[in-house]
């Protein structure tokens, strides 16, 4: 089991900025890919952004031009950057990975709240 553990939620009002961080008990290398979700009381989670073992990114509409992903190998970190945040934005936000190495597939973070006040 690869343990994900995330930081860097917190309450901030709207067009603020926070920066998440996820950190991996096992080795970021050997992951396919590395990503974070959201989840809004009462509704569905959903995928925000991820970048593979080859730095590609992608994000979801929602977010684009807003939230950098970022991976750091080094530090077995993976880190979202959210700018103008709103109060839609208000989630808690999970980290996961995808390890193609042992223990092979899906580890997820517990979540860490973020709360945008208007």
């Known amino acids: 089991q690869v343990q994900m553990v995330e930081s860097g939620g917190g309450l901030v009002q709207a067009g603020g900025s926070l920066r998440l961080s996820c950190s991996a008990s096992?080795?970021?290398?050997?992951?396919?890919?590395l990503g974070w979700y959201r989840q809004a009381p009462g509704k569905q989670r959903e995928w925000v952004a991820s970048?593979?073992?080859?730095?590609?990114?992608d994000y979801a509409d929602f977010v684009k031009g807003r939230f950098t992903i970022s991976r750091f190998v080094t530090q077995n970190t993976v880190y979202l950057q959210m700018n103008s945040l709103q109060p839609e934005d208000t989630c808690s936000y999970y980290c996961?990975?995808?390890?193609?190495?042992?223990?092979?597939?899906?580890?997820w973070g517990q979540g860490t709240q973020v709360t945008v006040s208007p």
């Open positions: 096992k080795r970021l290398i050997g992951a396919k890919t």
């Open positions: 970048v593979t073992n080859s730095n590609i990114t």
């Open positions: 996961f990975g995808k390890w193609i190495v042992a223990p092979i597939g899906e580890h």
